[in-house]
């Protein structure tokens, strides 16, 4: 029997706390300031725009600028990668997000490449990955979803992780890959594993935690996991309607583990409010301030 679900919500509280703070500091010191968030569309897909509107409302809540550049679906790859350069170039924007995935036929990776790396909020450029494996995560804007996995892993396993085992299913560029330098930069013996790795029962037998993100609904069973396991849910899977609709995770829900991270409610709120606090970072690193 499951003990206890590991919500999102209280970390990201506090996580958001510490951005209006910041931001309030700015507003006190030079009123007229006020650091602006813009994310850059180039597709038709409906999720991306649900996402951007919510990025909206928080920023509004906060007191963030935000604005939308609509490059639609039917851009080139020449003109998306002027608009971020464009913006990067603007002191007036100090965050940019490129939304995923681009209508078909774009290259995610060529874009990246323009969008400048203290303005990469999402902690995607090959500058801040690169960063991030040479242990260098205090010069580095980091992935919010994988911070947001190594926030609840601390909550769970004590703040301290030295010596912590942790497997990470799924060696995707915006969460697994990265994840496991994050962790290994913590002192964490990380395994990392993939849809070739044989025996994952026995693969995770061992392990403290299981991280799972790799988009395919129910992957994570019960015949995966030990009582002793914490298992952090980075999967987002929408079910068709004629299955209820809804989001679901890579795991199974209320699977035989001590600690599991609902979907929703699990890594994804903590994930919105540290792409904010990479904002507040974001201002730091382009003013050649400490960050920590």
Same mark, same amino acid.
């Given at each position: 029997?499951?003990?206890?679900?590991?919500?999102?919500?209280?970390?990201?509280?506090?996580?958001?706390?510490?951005?209006?703070?910041?931001?309030?500091?700015?507003?006190?010191?030079?009123?007229?300031?006020?650091?602006?968030? #813009?994310?850059?569309? *180039?597709?038709?897909?409906?999720?991306?725009?649900?996402?951007?509107?919510?990025?909206?409302?928080?920023?509004?809540?906060?007191?963030?600028?935000?604005?939308?550049?609509?490059?639609?679906?039917?851009?080139?790859?020449?003109?998306?990668?002027?608009?971020?350069?464009?913006?990067?170039?603007?002191?007036?924007?100090?965050?940019?997000?490129?939304?995923?995935?681009?209508?078909?036929?774009?290259?995610?990776?060529?874009?990246?490449?323009?969008?400048?790396?203290?303005?990469? #909020?999402?902690?995607?450029? %090959?500058?801040?990955?690169?960063?991030?494996?040479?242990?260098?995560?205090?010069?580095?804007?980091?992935? %919010?979803? %994988?911070?947001? #996995?190594?926030?609840?892993?601390?909550?769970?396993?004590?703040?301290?992780?030295?010596?912590?085992?942790?497997?990470?299913?799924?060696?995707?560029?915006?969460?697994?890959?990265?994840? *496991?330098?994050?962790?290994?930069?913590?002192?964490?013996?990380?395994?990392?594993?993939?849809?070739?790795?044989?025996?994952?029962?026995?693969?995770?037998?061992?392990?403290?935690?299981?991280?799972?993100?790799?988009?395919?609904?129910?992957?994570?069973?019960?015949?995966?996991?030990? %009582?002793?396991?914490?298992?952090?849910?980075?999967?987002?899977?929408?079910?068709?309607?004629?299955?209820?609709?809804? #989001?679901?995770?890579?795991?199974?829900?209320?699977?035989?583990?001590?600690?599991?991270?609902?979907?929703?409610?699990?890594?994804?709120?903590?994930?919105?409010?540290?792409?904010?606090?990479?904002?507040?970072?974001?201002?730091?690193?382009?003013?050649?301030?400490?960050?920590?």
């Amino acid at each position: 029997m499951q003990e206890s679900r590991l919500i999102g919500k209280p970390l990201a509280d506090e996580v958001t706390r510490g951005v209006r703070e910041a931001l309030s500091e700015w507003a006190r010191l030079t009123p007229s300031f006020r650091p602006q968030l #813009v994310s850059v569309l *180039a597709s038709d897909d409906e999720a991306s725009r649900v996402y951007v509107h919510s990025k909206e409302r928080q920023a509004g809540r906060l007191g963030v600028r935000f604005g939308v550049r609509d490059l639609g679906a039917g851009t080139t790859q020449e003109n998306l990668h002027a608009a971020l350069r464009e913006l990067s170039d603007d002191p007036g924007v100090h965050g940019i997000v490129l939304e995923l995935p681009l209508a078909g036929g774009l290259d995610a990776d060529a874009a990246l490449l323009h969008i400048a790396p203290r303005k990469d #909020v999402e902690g995607l450029t %090959p500058a801040n990955l690169a960063l991030i494996a040479a242990g260098r995560e205090t010069e580095a804007l980091l992935p %919010p979803t %994988p911070r947001s #996995v190594r926030f609840l892993l601390r909550a769970a396993l004590g703040d301290d992780l030295r010596g912590r085992r942790v497997a990470v299913i799924g060696p995707g560029r915006t969460v697994g890959r990265p994840l *496991a330098f994050m962790l290994n930069n913590r002192g964490v013996t990380v395994t990392l594993c993939n849809e070739h790795t044989r025996d994952l029962a026995a693969v995770l037998a061992e392990q403290d935690a299981v991280v799972v993100a790799v988009g395919h609904a129910g992957l994570l069973r019960p015949e995966h996991v030990q %009582p002793h396991h914490v298992v952090i849910d980075a999967g987002i899977n929408v079910r068709p309607e004629e299955e209820g609709g809804g #989001v679901v995770g890579d795991a199974l829900p209320e699977l035989p583990v001590r600690m599991q991270t609902p979907v929703p409610g699990g890594v994804g709120p903590l994930t919105s409010a540290l792409m904010y606090q990479n904002l507040v970072r974001a201002v730091k690193l382009q003013r050649g301030e400490r960050v920590e």
